[in-house]
């Protein structure tokens, strides 16, 4: 970890400018401004990333994790509760398993134990990603009460989005796919959120092709992970 940054102090408001870092190989430029007198620590920032990795623990330390997909235990999500924040991120690129977001600009604010996810826009298989999502803490700090997600996708390649989905290659298939969706949940495990889940969308698609479907495993495999 290399970092740098002007450090200012007004009060119990610590402001970070100018700063440059490398974390874990990749390059982190922008502001900070902590403000540890508030009634909850609160944070403030604009932070441009090069390439960003966003690992589950098991992938990140190498070690595939034994039984379900979908743990039962209770989620912690005293950090909902306990902070405030107000954050503008922009990257080359975001990777998180199968989904690769290229030039992504979103804004980040939690508030009350509510995180919202604002004007997410990115490249995505050859198309384009917007979404916004909300998730709400329990006062109890264990789960959330309320989850909704609303996406649009525009020209993106079916393949890469059914593996994106699935995690695995079920489908072949050749041809851009248009689609909207809205999920929602709650839930205080994984899951209870995926037990919970429900939405709905609407597709469409252009010279699209699609080769050995299987509607079964394709199902399995977005409910279980185990195709």
Request: charged fraction near 15%; avoid cysteine; proline fraction near 3%.
């Amino acid at each position: 970890l290399d970092f740098y940054a002007k450090v200012n102090r007004s009060g119990k408001v610590y402001s970070l400018d100018d700063m440059k870092a490398n974390v874990a190989g990749s390059p982190v430029t922008g502001s900070l401004s902590v403000d540890t007198g508030a009634a909850k620590p609160s944070v403030k920032g604009d932070l441009s990333f090069d390439t960003l990795t966003i690992q589950t623990t098991a992938a990140a330390t190498g070690t595939p994790k034994a039984g379900p997909k979908w743990s039962s235990e209770p989620m912690d999500s005293a950090w909902a509760n306990a902070y405030e924040a107000d954050l503008k991120v922009k990257a080359n690129t975001i990777t998180y398993q199968g989904w690769v977001l290229n030039n992504p600009k979103l804004e980040v604010s939690l508030h009350g134990g509510k995180l919202e996810v604002e004007g997410l826009d990115a490249g995505l298989f050859g198309g384009q990603m917007n979404m916004t999502a909300a998730m709400q803490a329990n006062s109890s700090n264990k789960g959330f009460s309320a989850v909704n997600a609303n996406a649009k996708f525009s020209s993106v390649s079916a393949e890469g989005l059914a593996k994106a989905l699935v995690g695995s290659q079920l489908i072949k298939a050749s041809g851009d796919v248009n689609m909207n969706t809205q999920i929602s949940t709650a839930g205080a495990s994984q899951a209870a959120l995926v037990s919970a889940l429900k939405g709905d969308g609407a597709m469409s698609g252009k010279n699209l092709i699609i080769e050995g479907f299987d509607l079964t495993k394709f199902i399995g495999a977005l409910t279980s992970g185990k195709p």
